[in-house]
């Protein structure tokens, strides 16, 4: 097994249908709720829709610097969902999320090995491998953040149905 299909089937664990570490992935924590519920506020912490298109920004931005070679994007816009109002407007995230996921695991992939340890983009961001591997941490630190708030947002629901008793 090269070291690009290793770090892909990690990508692919986190993001897409693995259950080693988390005994989840994102994909199964966002697919598996209702548009009010990503977008449902816990007190000052993100929403799942937010903290879904914070990771797609980052999957897509560092889609396009494999392609281009140029990372165009900014930690200050990661956070700029578009409201959403409608169960299509979510499934529409979760799509490109998971579009993205795809791509970018199958990118890493078919990467030879001997690019792994060459800068990424510029020398300051370090190399290509530690920029995936920076995705991978930074995912797993998210699915934790949507595991907890979806589970916040069952208590919540549970607390307001006792209310009403």
């Known amino acids: 097994m090269t070291r690009s299909t290793t770090i892909a089937s990690r990508l692919k664990e986190v993001l897409l249908n693995g259950h ?3 005994n989840t992935n994102i994909k199964e924590q966002i697919q598996s709720v ?14 799942i829709a937010t903290l879904t298109y914070h990771l797609n920004y980052y999957l897509a931005g560092l889609l396009n610097a494999f392609e281009s ?3 165009d994007i900014s930690d ?3 956070f700029d969902l578009p409201p959403i109002n409608t169960a299509a407007e979510w499934d529409k995230v979760v799509a490109e999320f998971v579009s ?5 695991a199958a990118a890493v992939e078919g990467m030879n090995d001997e690019i792994l340890d060459r800068p990424f983009v510029k020398e300051q961001y370090g190399t290509l491998l530690r920029n ?14 949507i595991s907890l708030i979806r589970k916040m947002i069952a208590e919540h629901r549970m607390q307001a149905l006792n209310d009403k008793v």
Do not use: R
């Not at 993205?100 to 970018?104: L, Q, S, T, V, Y």
């Not at 797993?140 to 953040?145: D, S, V």
């Open 132 to 145: 995936i591997e920076g995705v991978i941490e930074h995912s797993y630190y998210h699915l934790g953040q």
């Open 20 to 22: 080693w570490i988390a």
């Open 34 to 47: 209702h548009w009010q519920q990503a977008t449902q506020k816990i007190g000052q912490l993100n929403t």
């Open 76 to 78: 200050k816009y990661s």
């Open 100 to 104: 993205n996921a795809e791509k970018f």
């Open 69 to 71: 070679g140029i990372l």
